[in-house]
């Protein structure tokens, strides 16, 4: 009989744990009890080692940790396709900026969250890293479907719906995150917007309460080039020098997007232990330009990948970004040997884990860490013949070759579709309601 | 009854016709009879018009002209991941060129081609540009398929299994293109592999061709710097007018890749007529660069886009392909705007059917053309809200939205397979052999 106890043995062709060893393991097995792995080990030891496992074979399946996007807006997917093909300050003057002034509540930012975990989970991602106003009901969203949410305690300079002073945004957001601790799914970070949008004082505040708390910063940063010449007028000082100054550049800081970084910034955020949030799709569309990952990863920074929101991307597809920031670090150096398939995952799994002080818990299949899975189906013709499950995966699989997901040990996408019930039926509600908000975008 | 003759009414949601206007239309109707479209009109006319048809609804579904993928090595997909992660050099003399030496014969080329084929079907591709030995397997696995194929009349300046001069691989690929006429699926291009394999002589020979049999002429142009600077040291001048010198600088041409390009070189290509076909994650995956996309686009240069072979690529998702090639158009040059969604869709369907002289029969969704179609589900919960049709599917959708495909008149895909039992079988045998492939690859 099996029982919640019970542990469940995983057997696919292929398994990628990315640490401690970065390979590929055949004829091995991932032994899941509760919302933990136990094991992996040999499948034959396994099977051996435990006996009244239920067992999941998954021929030509490669299981890899959940990916991680470390860098989203979920509740922007009710804007999807809002201001395309536009520049980016009237992308955000003209339709962004006050689409979200008149819309963006607590019930806009529930549905987009809940629409937006249901396609990253399909995706693979197991785990997002979100900046929004009304994070309660992100993470309501991420309880609902079961995926793990590293929630951002906003903060930006002006006043909105959610909040009106910066002290009101961090006291909303601590007090959140006070009322969530011991959710197994749930992580916090500190989000000040950019640079651009907090004061010095807030910035102050924020480091301090990040070393006190022990909390990761996730904040835009060198996005344009304009906000580099701004804040020279305004302040004197490139906009990573005013974080330094307020003492923000340190092991807790992810800084997104680092798409303008001179050879001095990429040493600062090195000997730092800082990390980069790197959008690709994001800085493409809204020609911000190309962030110079290969000198990033040269000088050691930790770099992980996110899709930005919906508005500007527009997919919140972990695994197409990934392989458009590998092939866009090997054009745009000219060396098509950097960030090798293998290292791109480490950059969407242990490497995004340690930036937001997750490791100890996921990014790796080892055992003790929480049974966040992602089964990929390589055997689709499209993907034939498989030379390297790793590189096969990078390049050649998509988001569609996603067969099934674990969070926590919850087996929450099966065979392409929602593992629960209950989830699936709040989407259906929140898919029905679309036309709503769509018409209030339009219309107002 | 339905027969042969019974007119096809599809009325999905929305329609996007690439010409006469470039827009979208909703309440609309195609009509197909036999392999060509009847009519384009609103849905209550054609329902008048045509009162024995049968209708198809596709409520959520937008209909474009099929797309056209303007450069590919269709058999290569047998080596799709071998090198991954390798410079360009090392990628071809190690990996590429002694699996092709040892392992490409007709059989390989038709098990690849139909493979290639099958991918690019179910992604929406009803035409490939191809360029490969033994096309008359290609042409085979096209026909099997039911899929047009535009197929290279190859000629490169060293001997291999398929021909030993370039008499012969021109003499093969005409009596091919003889062999082969009338057939509706199939047109021909000459296609001389690159400045750098093929001797003056020879290059000289293929003008007078493609002006006497009023061919395109298919070739690799300026995709690395490095073979410019060769170019320049071996003849003299750069490969660009080398082929200006050789009388191939005109409408016919298609240069594939168009990496490297001076302004003055942009300036011939815009007043000669000539197209590129863009390739952009074969141009980052092999560090080759980025192509003067919006220069070329502002000169006025026809651009298609092409997703190369499988081994550079690894996807022959033309969809991905267009997306990664606008976003990168606008991050390199800086400008949000430029290449957007609804040029794109044109750059993919009829810029690409007009470079390969084939924009009187396909291209667009006029009557009098053949049925070409490509219906996209946008009713998937990741692709909500559509605010427009045509950024959606450029920005937002992927090859996994494809639903159904018609390729002259005949329904291709259906509700995502295959809809001929032939095809499907067929495909079935040659997975089946993909293992003795690889193996063969491997072990070698």
Not at 288 to 307: E, F, K, Q, W, Y
Request: with cysteine; proline share 6%.
């Amino acid at each position: 009989m099996t029982t919640a106890d019970t542990p469940l043995l995983l057997a696919p062709t292929w398994i990628a744990p990315v640490a401690p060893a970065n390979g590929v393991l055949t004829d091995h097995a991932i032994v899941i009890r509760g919302s933990r792995i136990e094991a992996l080990a040999p499948l034959s030891v396994a099977r051996n080692n435990y006996p009244g496992s239920s067992e999941l074979a998954l021929p030509g399946h490669l299981i890899t940790p959940g990916l991680i996007n470390l860098h989203t807006h979920a509740a922007m997917s009710l804007l999807r396709g809002v201001g395309d093909d536009l520049p980016l300050t009237r992308w955000l003057e003209e339709k962004i900026w006050p689409a979200e002034a008149r819309l963006a509540g607590a019930d806009f930012v529930a549905d987009g969250a809940l629409l937006a975990a249901h396609e990253m989970l399909r995706g693979g991602v197991t785990t997002f890293n979100d900046m929004y106003f009304f994070p309660e009901a992100t993470a309501s969203a991420a309880r609902t479907l079961g995926i793990r949410a590293a929630l951002g305690i906003i903060v930006i300079g002006f006043p909105t719906a959610y909040a009106s002073s910066a002290g009101e945004y961090l006291r909303k957001g601590l007090e959140l995150r006070d009322a969530c601790a011991g959710d197994p799914l749930l992580s916090f970070c500190l989000a000040p917007h950019a640079p651009y949008t907090v004061d010095d004082d807030t910035l102050r505040r924020v480091a301090v309460l990040a070393d006190e708390l022990d909390l990761p910063v996730h904040i835009h940063i060198h996005e344009t080039a304009g906000e580099i010449d701004r804040s020279l007028s305004q302040h004197g000082v490139r906009p990573l020098a005013r974080l330094d100054r307020a003492g923000l550049v340190t092991p807790h800081l992810i800084g997104v997007h680092a798409v303008h970084l001179d050879d001095d910034e990429i040493g600062l955020l090195a000997s730092r232990g800082a990390a980069v949030a790197h959008c690709p799709h994001s800085n493409l569309k809204l020609a911000s330009g190309i962030a110079p990952i290969a000198r990033l990863l040269d000088a050691g920074v930790t770099v992980g990948i996110g899709t930005d929101g919906s508005a500007s991307n527009n997919r919140l597809d972990l695994l197409a970004e990934a392989r458009t920031a590998t092939l866009l670090a090997k054009g745009a150096s000219g060396r098509a040997d950097i960030w090798p398939a293998a290292a791109v995952l480490r950059s969407l799994t242990l490497d995004a884990a340690r930036a937001l002080g997750l490791d100890r818990c996921i990014g790796s299949i080892e055992p003790g860490k929480q049974a966040d899975l992602v089964a990929f189906d390589l055997d689709a013709s499209e993907l034939q013949p498989v030379f390297d499950p790793l590189t096969q995966l990078i390049y050649s699989a998509g988001r569609e070759h996603v067969a099934e997901v674990w969070v926590d040990g919850q087996h929450v996408v099966k065979m392409r579709q929602l593992g629960s019930t209950d989830a699936a039926r709040t989407l259906r509600e929140v898919v029905a309601r679309i036309p709503v908000w769509q018409n209030r975008v339009v219309s107002a």
